[in-house]
Every structure is written in structure tokens, then in C-alpha cells.
């Protein structure tokens, strides 16, 4: 490219994708002349779900701006928490992000996961389509037009992508109200009416069961509700919500 010369700074939280050479301050960027602003930044490795305000010359500019040479362009980190506009909050989560999506799901929120990988395409499409926000590690896939909205998952600890997801987007919480296995909601169930789903051991042990209203499964607190409730207490303790 041989257009104009613009200085971008980026936020400190996004210089997890920028080469170590721009984290330092403005540097120079030389344009096509006709890229618009979200183009370039993008171009520089940042993915727009990730790209707060984009600030030319201290004032905010939209994404569609094409930049102009001598332009000083700081680009800010999305905004916490983030409103996602237009549909109910829920997520679509990735191949890779399976204990995440169950985490969620003991939660309450809404998130669909992919136990297959069917494809970038096809996950975009299924963001747009269902209105959920798209969430991966993998930038290429972030970077789809199509995707309804998306964020990138920073750590690759279960617990720390569960706080920042929860940090970052505030859903509401309601837990042990999700199939952790499908996403369906859970309904109370009379232990005789799922007694032929029950080993002996359990049916002497427990009294109170819940069953999803898609799949079926049935719950109950059994040896490793200690574990989840701890998961539950210290989030609704951070995040706010009603542990049951």
C-alpha cells in the first residue's frame, strides 16, 4: 500500500493481538486510501468484536470512516459491561468451549454449544439466524460478516472464561434452571414419574428431582453438587442472581 500515512494507538487490552512493535504507542500505518478504519484495524490482527470506540484525532468516528493521511486514530477496548442491542442475551459457543458452555448453562444462561466442529461458515450462519452472540478463540471466525454479534475468549481456564463472559456481558442469572447437557430448561419432576431413569442406589437415596423439558434428563443433587455449588455461589456472590 502506498496511500495515506495514519498513527494508531491501541488499548492496552487489545495488545494480546497486536505485534509487540504497536503496543508502545502511536505507530505509522500506511493505507490504501480507500480501506475504511475498521478495515485496517482489523487488518493489524484486532478483530472488531473486540474494537470499542475508534477516536480520530480525539473524536468518534464510525467503522465505515476512510482515513485520511496525517489521522491520529486511538482504538479504544469494548466497553464492560456490553449491551448487545436488538435480541434477547444468548451465546453460541464453539467446538472447543464445551466445559464453558455447560458452565453457563448451570447458571441459567442461555448457551448453545457445537459438540461437532460444522464449520465456520455454518456457526456464522447459526449466530445470525438464532440472534446469539458468537462465542470463540478462534479470530478467523470472529472476523465472519455474519455473525450476529461476538467475543473473544482470552484464557483457555475454564474459570476464567466463565468471569469474563460474566463480566463482560452481565447476563442474568438463574441457576439450576438449564440442562447442562442440552440447554433445555429444567422442570420439577415427581420421583415416580422418573423412577424407570433411576438406579436403585438413587431412588433410595433422593426425594427431589427436576427433568429437562427437551431431552429428558433427569437431576438431581447428587455426589458432585458440592462442586457445582460452589460454582454457583461464587458467581452469583461476583455477579449477582439468586443461587438456589
Given at each position: 500500500?502506498?496511500?495515506?500515512?495514519?498513527?494508531?494507538t491501541?488499548?492496552p487490552?487489545l495488545?494480546?493481538?497486536v505485534?509487540?512493535?504497536?503496543?508502545?504507542?502511536?505507530?505509522?500505518?500506511t493505507?490504501?486510501g480507500?480501506?475504511?478504519?475498521?478495515h485496517?484495524v482489523?487488518s493489524?490482527?484486532?478483530p472488531l468484536?473486540?474494537?470499542?470506540?475508534?477516536l480520530?484525532?480525539?473524536s468518534p468516528v464510525a467503522?465505515?470512516?476512510v482515513?485520511?493521511?496525517?489521522e491520529?486514530?486511538e482504538?479504544r477496548?469494548v466497553?464492560?459491561?456490553q449491551h448487545v442491542?436488538?435480541?434477547?442475551?444468548?451465546f453460541?459457543l464453539?467446538v472447543?468451549l464445551?466445559?464453558l458452555?455447560?458452565r453457563m448453562?448451570?447458571?441459567g444462561?442461555?448457551a448453545a454449544y457445537?459438540?461437532e466442529d460444522?464449520?465456520?461458515?455454518?456457526?456464522?450462519?447459526l449466530?445470525?439466524r438464532?440472534?446469539?452472540?458468537m462465542l470463540s478463540r478462534?479470530?478467523g471466525?470472529?472476523r465472519?460478516r455474519?455473525?450476529w454479534?461476538?467475543?473473544?475468549i482470552?484464557s483457555?481456564r475454564?474459570?476464567d472464561?466463565?468471569r469474563?463472559?460474566?463480566?463482560?456481558?452481565a447476563?442474568?442469572l438463574a441457576p439450576?434452571?438449564?440442562c447442562?447437557?442440552?440447554?433445555?430448561?429444567?422442570g420439577?419432576?415427581?420421583?415416580d414419574?422418573?423412577?424407570d431413569?433411576l438406579e436403585?442406589g438413587?431412588?433410595?437415596t433422593y426425594?427431589v428431582?427436576?427433568?429437562?423439558?427437551?431431552?429428558?434428563?433427569v437431576y438431581?443433587?447428587?455426589a458432585?453438587h458440592?462442586?457445582?455449588?460452589a460454582?454457583?455461589?461464587?458467581?452469583?456472590?461476583?455477579f449477582?442472581?439468586?443461587?438456589?
Amino acid at each position: 500500500m502506498n496511500g495515506p500515512e495514519i498513527h494508531l494507538t491501541f488499548a492496552p487490552e487489545l495488545h494480546v493481538f497486536v505485534p509487540a512493535g504497536r503496543r508502545g504507542g502511536p505507530t505509522a500505518v500506511t493505507t490504501d486510501g480507500s480501506s475504511t478504519l475498521g478495515h485496517v484495524v482489523e487488518s493489524l490482527g484486532v478483530p472488531l468484536t473486540e474494537a470499542g470506540q475508534l477516536l480520530v484525532d480525539g473524536s468518534p468516528v464510525a467503522r465505515s470512516h476512510v482515513p485520511s493521511a496525517g489521522e491520529s486514530v486511538e482504538v479504544r477496548a469494548v466497553v464492560r459491561p456490553q449491551h448487545v442491542p436488538g435480541a434477547p442475551l444468548r451465546f453460541l459457543l464453539d467446538v472447543h468451549l464445551g466445559t464453558l458452555a455447560r458452565r453457563m448453562r448451570l447458571l441459567g444462561v442461555d448457551a448453545a454449544y457445537e459438540s461437532e466442529d460444522i464449520g465456520d461458515a455454518a456457526l456464522a450462519a447459526l449466530s445470525a439466524r438464532e440472534r446469539r452472540v458468537m462465542l470463540s478463540r478462534d479470530r478467523g471466525l470472529l472476523r465472519r460478516r455474519e455473525i450476529w454479534a461476538g467475543a473473544y475468549i482470552y484464557s483457555d481456564r475454564t474459570d476464567d472464561q466463565l468471569r469474563d463472559v460474566l463480566r463482560r456481558f452481565a447476563p442474568a442469572l438463574a441457576p439450576w434452571t438449564r440442562c447442562t447437557a442440552c440447554n433445555g430448561s429444567l422442570g420439577p419432576a415427581d420421583k415416580d414419574s422418573v423412577a424407570d431413569q433411576l438406579e436403585r442406589g438413587t431412588q433410595r437415596t433422593y426425594d427431589v428431582f427436576a427433568r429437562c423439558t427437551s431431552c429428558d434428563r433427569v437431576y438431581w443433587r447428587g455426589a458432585h453438587h458440592a462442586r457445582l455449588a460452589a460454582i454457583v455461589d461464587e458467581a452469583v456472590r461476583e455477579f449477582g442472581g439468586a443461587a438456589a
